[in-house]
């Protein structure tokens, strides 16, 4: 697997590659209704597991529904070695707009829904998302992950998760239950979570960020394109690579409907960055 960042053992010696795929960009446009184009999206899953990722992120509110259908009908039945993870705590209306759903009736419902589509009687990961983009909303996360504690017990997850979340909030978490990973918004410019990432490493738990790319507004940096004509490379494939070698606990989740560019990402875990070059990114954006 060295060609895929190589990989991560959780704390119940499950093995998952540091190298993703992240499904949200399965369903159509804003993450909402169909893809234009169904068969490309089901090949685009096949090669991800062809080129040997075993770590796939989605959500049932993707589509919403759309993503975990796709899901299943390019995978099913899954391999033994494949591992999905799915989130809840939001769902979508009419017109697509993302509204909170974390009452205990919402999420055992999502729960149910994640399950039947994906066609699974237990599911691998679920992580608790919280409110806001990009920015954690304040507030205890109790009510919510102890629901999801619950369904646990009951053997309808194996594993917890949680998303979109402040470090004070990762504590609570952990107060009530063990966690296996956290989901935040990070990368090479958007570093507030340093300190954090360095703790769950110390701990063992994964830390996965979302919009490893810039998210909906692709990062730009004079510096990050220097780098990437230096070792010949794409930005973006650096922008990957530097999130591998900043923590052994990163595990990476980027999206694309288009199996050029999958594969472009997967490249990007067989790039070593050279001390310089490290160097020069670690300059880019704030750290925590």
Same mark, same amino acid.
């Given at each position: 697997? @060295?060609?895929?960042?190589?990989?991560?053992?959780?704390?119940?010696?499950?093995?998952?590659?540091?190298?993703?795929?992240?499904?949200?960009?399965?369903?159509?446009?804003?993450?909402?209704?169909?893809?234009?184009?169904?068969?490309?999206?089901?090949?685009?899953?096949?090669?991800?597991? @062809?080129? /040997?990722?075993?770590?796939?992120?989605?959500?049932?509110?993707?589509?919403?529904?759309?993503?975990?259908?796709?899901?299943?009908?390019?995978?099913?039945?899954? #391999?033994?070695?494949?591992?999905?993870?799915?989130?809840?705590?939001?769902?979508?209306?009419?017109?697509?707009?993302?509204?909170?759903?974390?009452? !205990?009736?919402?999420?055992?419902?999502?729960?149910?829904?994640?399950?039947?589509?994906?066609?699974?009687?237990?599911?691998?990961?679920?992580?608790?998302?919280?409110?806001?983009?990009?920015?954690?909303?304040?507030?205890?996360?109790?009510?919510?992950?102890?629901?999801?504690?619950?369904?646990?017990?009951?053997?309808?997850?194996?594993?917890?998760?949680?998303?979109?979340?402040? @470090?004070?909030?990762?504590?609570?978490?952990?107060?009530?239950?063990?966690?296996?990973?956290?989901?935040?918004?990070?990368?090479?410019?958007?570093? /507030?979570?340093?300190?954090?990432?360095?703790?769950?490493?110390?701990?063992?738990? !994964?830390?996965?960020?979302?919009?490893?790319?810039?998210?909906?507004?692709?990062?730009?940096?004079?510096?990050?394109? #220097?780098?990437?004509?230096?070792?010949?490379?794409?930005?973006?494939?650096?922008?990957?690579?530097?999130?591998?070698?900043?923590?052994?606990?990163?595990?990476?989740?980027?999206?694309? #409907? #288009?199996?050029?560019?999958?594969?472009?990402?997967?490249? !990007?875990?067989?790039?070593?960055?050279?001390?310089?070059?490290?160097?020069?990114?670690?300059?880019?954006?704030?750290?925590?």
């Amino acid at each position: 697997m @060295a060609i895929l960042g190589g990989t991560f053992t959780m704390a119940d010696g499950v093995t998952v590659t540091r190298m993703g795929y992240g499904a949200m960009q399965l369903a159509g446009p804003h993450v909402f209704g169909p893809p234009r184009d169904r068969d490309a999206a089901v090949a685009v899953l096949r090669e991800a597991v @062809a080129l /040997g990722i075993n770590h796939i992120d989605t959500s049932d509110y993707y589509g919403p529904y759309v993503t975990n259908e796709i899901i299943r009908e390019a995978l099913y039945p899954y #391999s033994e070695d494949l591992h999905i993870v799915t989130k809840v705590g939001a769902r979508r209306d009419a017109k697509g707009e993302w509204l909170p759903a974390l009452s !205990a009736e919402e999420l055992r419902q999502a729960v149910r829904d994640n399950l039947e589509r994906l066609g699974l009687d237990a599911l691998d990961v679920v992580n608790l998302r919280n409110g806001g983009f990009a920015t954690p909303d304040p507030g205890s996360l109790a009510g919510p992950f102890s629901a999801l504690v619950e369904m646990q017990h009951e053997g309808l997850i194996k594993h917890l998760g949680v998303s979109n979340v402040s @470090a004070e909030q990762v504590a609570e978490a952990q107060s009530i239950a063990p966690i296996v990973g956290v989901q935040n918004f990070y990368n090479i410019a958007k570093r /507030g979570d340093d300190d954090l990432i360095d703790s769950l490493a110390a701990q063992g738990i !994964a830390y996965v960020p979302f919009f490893p790319l810039g998210g909906f507004t692709p990062l730009q940096s004079e510096t990050l394109n #220097s780098v990437a004509m230096q070792v010949g490379a794409t930005p973006m494939c650096v922008a990957l690579a530097w999130l591998l070698q900043r923590s052994p606990n990163i595990l990476l989740i980027p999206g694309t #409907s #288009s199996v050029a560019h999958l594969r472009e990402n997967v490249a !990007a875990a067989g790039l070593t960055l050279p001390a310089d070059a490290l160097s020069e990114l670690n300059r880019i954006g704030n750290a925590g």
